[in-house]
């Protein structure tokens, strides 16, 4: 906003211009150009000469404007240049003028110069027509009260694109099958590694399959751990070492169990590839176009690390082409309208229950493809909602997050895509790729559980215990943008809510300041630089000590933004002051008056 400062003088000039019929000139003066104040006293105030040579006949020139702002300037208006209102009130009192401003921008004292330089036109007039009793009635140019600028509405926050995983992302991650748990044989030859979780989110059928695997797994384990701590008793209770003799005897037991040459060799035991874990199960009366299934140790193609995994035995009329196409539409919900051969595809997809890819193919089929995009939505609904379920659940996890006051299962491959930093973790040389359990020091559930949530499903999910400003933290730290301007905002609909129910709030948003600044939450920081700026009266009487302690930037923030302005008290309260001042001078020029009458009208009655 620039200020055109107007001076409103007496003075009396000689130009090139007829003049004759002119009684009030308006000087208008630019607010940010020192050279313009200097122009006024030297060249319009000091012409001594053209000065008393009017003064001789009595023109009175009232106003006078001369507009000066260089609209050309390149250089950029710094903060500096702008002058305050007190340089122009010196120079008019210098000159012996009143001294008015104006805004353009806001459109601030323009009837005000305007109005009160007909006053001075109209007052400079009495000497000449004395006798016409209206302008005795005419004010003198009125004070003006300062400006007080409206406060800066509040930045809102904006919520950057989401960065929905790309269907090349999905894709990828089954052509490269990092973290795979599950491996698929077709014709006894060809291996398709893939993600638990994928498939069981897109499939029912494939949900029941790995759920009922899992639970069998399960069972196994524990009827292993209760064998092998029922032995452990045993041998613990009843158990006789012989040290002279090469054999081990039990007292409870005619068994003799010949004793190993060497002990070491027990720790140095690893599971060779391929070796099943647990026996397989027959799916023949199950589903069609199953086999088997069971779980044995297998090499990932990606890593070369050893790992258990689910291998289901696919029956030999499903093709490796037709199924890898029914997969890849398990991961992305796509399916390409130029797949050669169509026929086959749909009879897989039949088989395997895989109905929504079914439909797809009939409408391609049927020259109907643009009906696959509402099939498409409805893919990615219902898939969204298993994920977030086997969140919830622990269903098909495959890693375990240890925190500070709990733990929470989770799934690699869906962390993988939806975070750079969970992949760079789980896909590069890091130990915790290799580890089923990862530590996350100085991380609690609720937030932990937030972001997972966020990863899963793109969504925020706040709860009364969740602390916004350490999930704006842990945000950060995974480098997740999207999800630090969702607590942004969520932050800021809270804080609002509660200071127009009455709370207050000023503290909480001191302490929110630089804790935002320092976990790059820079539109929540800007909001409460915001909100102390145009509460700072209040803010500063409460928490003087606090403003204080803030750091050197954002107290000179404070200094250069607050509301209202410095400059601002500083002219009311010169307002104030000078119209008390005028309030005095009318009161005695009244009461003068009052008793001119009252001696005038006494001695009239005494003449009559």
């Given at each position: 906003?620039?200020?055109?400062?107007?001076?409103?003088?007496?003075?009396?000039?000689?130009?090139?211009?007829?003049?004759?019929?002119?009684?009030?000139?308006?000087?208008?003066?630019?607010?940010?150009?020192?050279?313009?104040?200097?122009?006024?006293?030297?060249?319009?105030?000091?012409?001594?000469?053209?000065?008393?040579?009017?003064?001789?006949?009595?023109?009175?020139?009232?106003?006078?404007?001369?507009?000066?702002?260089?609209?050309?300037?390149?250089?950029?208006?710094?903060?500096?240049?702008?002058?305050?209102?007190?340089?122009?009130?010196?120079?008019?009192?210098?000159?012996?003028?009143?001294?008015?401003?104006?805004?353009?921008?806001?459109?601030?004292?323009?009837?005000?110069?305007?109005?009160?330089?007909?006053?001075?036109?109209?007052?400079?007039?009495?000497?000449?027509?004395?006798?016409?009793?209206?302008?005795?009635?005419?004010?003198?140019?009125?004070?003006?009260?300062?400006?007080?600028?409206?406060?800066?509405?509040?930045?809102?926050?904006?919520?950057?694109?989401?960065?929905?995983?790309?269907?090349?992302?999905?894709?990828?991650?089954?052509?490269?099958?990092?973290?795979?748990?599950?491996?698929?044989?077709?014709?006894?030859?060809?291996?398709?590694?893939?993600?638990?979780?994928?498939?069981?989110?897109?499939?029912?059928?494939?949900?029941?399959?790995?759920?009922?695997?899992?639970?069998?797994?399960?069972?196994?384990?524990?009827?292993?751990?209760?064998?092998?701590?029922?032995?452990?008793?045993?041998?613990?209770?009843?158990?006789?070492?012989?040290?002279?003799?090469?054999?081990?005897?039990?007292?409870?037991?005619?068994?003799?169990?010949p004793a190993p040459e060497n002990t070491d060799s027990l720790n140095t035991l690893k599971p060779e590839p391929g070796e099943t874990i647990f026996a397989a199960r027959s799916l023949s009366s199950w589903g069609k176009g199953f086999v088997s299934v069971h779980k044995e140790m297998q090499v990932n193609p990606v890593s070369n690390r050893?790992?258990?995994?689910?291998?289901?035995?696919?029956?030999?009329?499903?093709?490796?082409?037709?199924?890898?196409?029914?997969?890849?539409?398990?991961?992305?919900?796509?399916?390409?309208?130029?797949?050669?051969?169509?026929?086959?595809?749909?009879?897989?997809?039949?088989?395997?229950?895989?109905?929504?890819?079914?439909?797809?193919?009939?409408?391609?089929?049927?020259?109907e493809a643009f009906m696959n995009q509402e099939i498409t939505k409805a893919f990615h609904v219902r898939k969204a909602n298993r994920i977030k379920e086997c969140l919830c659940k622990g269903t098909f996890s495959d890693v375990t997050f240890k925190l500070d006051d709990g733990t929470i299962n989770a799934h690699k491959p869906l962390l993988?895509?939806?975070?750079?930093?969970?992949?760079?973790?789980?896909?590069?040389?890091?130990?915790?790729?290799?580890?089923?359990?990862?530590?996350?020091?100085?991380?609690?559930?609720?937030?932990?559980?937030?972001?997972?949530?966020?990863?899963?499903t793109k969504q925020l999910s706040s709860t009364q215990d969740l602390d916004i400003l350490e999930l704006i933290a842990l945000a950060n730290r995974f480098c997740l943008p999207h999800l630090v301007a969702l607590a942004e905002q969520h932050a800021v609909q809270e804080l609002t809510k509660a200071s127009m129910s009455g709370i207050a709030?000023?503290?909480?948003?001191?302490?929110?300041?630089?804790?935002?600044?320092?976990?790059?939450?820079?539109?929540?920081?800007?909001?409460?630089?915001?909100?102390?700026?145009?509460?700072?009266?209040?803010?500063?009487?409460?928490?003087?000590?606090?403003?204080?302690?803030?750091?050197?930037?954002?107290?000179?923030?404070?200094?250069?933004?607050?509301?209202?302005?410095?400059?601002?008290?500083?002219?009311?309260?010169?307002?104030?002051?000078?119209?008390?001042?005028?309030?005095?001078?009318?009161?005695?020029?009244?009461?003068?008056?009052?008793?001119?009458?009252?001696?005038?009208?006494?001695?009239?009655?005494?003449?009559?």
């Amino acid at each position: 906003m620039i200020l055109y400062i107007f001076l409103v003088a007496y003075l009396l000039i000689k130009t090139s211009l007829n003049l004759s019929r002119i009684t009030c000139v308006i000087l208008k003066l630019s607010g940010i150009v020192v050279v313009d104040f200097q122009r006024v006293l030297c060249t319009y105030f000091y012409a001594t000469d053209l000065f008393e040579l009017y003064l001789s006949h009595n023109w009175c020139c009232d106003i006078l404007q001369k507009s000066v702002l260089s609209l050309f300037n390149p250089r950029p208006i710094k903060r500096g240049d702008i002058l305050p209102p007190e340089k122009g009130r010196e120079v008019a009192k210098e000159l012996g003028i009143p001294y008015y401003e104006t805004s353009v921008f806001d459109q601030f004292g323009i009837k005000d110069v305007f109005d009160n330089a007909i006053r001075a036109a109209l007052i400079s007039r009495r000497h000449l027509q004395f006798w016409k009793s209206h302008l005795k009635k005419v004010q003198k140019p009125l004070l003006q009260a300062p400006f007080l600028p409206p406060k800066a509405p509040p930045p809102v926050i904006k919520i950057p694109e989401c960065p929905v995983p790309s269907v090349n992302e999905a894709g990828y991650l089954l052509d490269s099958p990092l973290c795979a748990d599950v491996m698929f044989v077709l014709q006894e030859q060809d291996c398709i590694f893939a993600h638990k979780i994928y498939l069981a989110t897109s499939s029912s059928k494939f949900y029941d399959l790995f759920l009922m695997e899992c639970e069998e797994s399960s069972n196994l384990d524990e009827t292993q751990c209760n064998k092998e701590n029922t032995s452990k008793d045993v041998l613990t209770s009843h158990l006789e070492t012989n040290y002279d003799s090469d054999e081990i005897s039990l007292k409870s037991v005619d068994v003799k169990i010949p004793a190993p040459e060497n002990t070491d060799s027990l720790n140095t035991l690893k599971p060779e590839p391929g070796e099943t874990i647990f026996a397989a199960r027959s799916l023949s009366s199950w589903g069609k176009g199953f086999v088997s299934v069971h779980k044995e140790m297998q090499v990932n193609p990606v890593s070369n690390r050893m790992c258990p995994v689910t291998v289901v035995k696919m029956d030999s009329s499903v093709q490796a082409g037709p199924f890898k196409t029914v997969l890849q539409f398990l991961y992305t919900g796509q399916l390409d309208e130029n797949e050669k051969d169509l026929t086959r595809l749909a009879q897989i997809a039949e088989i395997l229950e895989v109905f929504d890819l079914r439909m797809m193919v009939e409408n391609i089929m049927n020259k109907e493809a643009f009906m696959n995009q509402e099939i498409t939505k409805a893919f990615h609904v219902r898939k969204a909602n298993r994920i977030k379920e086997c969140l919830c659940k622990g269903t098909f996890s495959d890693v375990t997050f240890k925190l500070d006051d709990g733990t929470i299962n989770a799934h690699k491959p869906l962390l993988i895509c939806s975070c750079e930093w969970m992949s760079a973790m789980f896909g590069g040389s890091f130990t915790e790729s290799l580890n089923s359990e990862v530590v996350l020091p100085n991380i609690n559930k609720t937030s932990m559980q937030a972001v997972l949530d966020y990863l899963y499903t793109k969504q925020l999910s706040s709860t009364q215990d969740l602390d916004i400003l350490e999930l704006i933290a842990l945000a950060n730290r995974f480098c997740l943008p999207h999800l630090v301007a969702l607590a942004e905002q969520h932050a800021v609909q809270e804080l609002t809510k509660a200071s127009m129910s009455g709370i207050a709030i000023d503290g909480d948003v001191l302490s929110c300041l630089e804790l935002a600044q320092f976990h790059n939450a820079n539109q929540l920081a800007a909001w409460c630089l915001h909100y102390i700026c145009t509460n700072y009266n209040s803010v500063c009487s409460k928490f003087r000590k606090e403003i204080k302690a803030k750091s050197s930037d954002n107290q000179e923030y404070f200094e250069r933004h607050r509301w209202p302005p410095v400059w601002y008290l500083k002219e009311e309260d010169h307002y104030q002051r000078v119209k008390k001042e005028r309030e005095k001078e009318d009161f005695a020029l009244n009461k003068h008056h009052s008793r001119r009458k009252w001696c005038f009208w006494n001695s009239s009655a005494v003449v009559a």
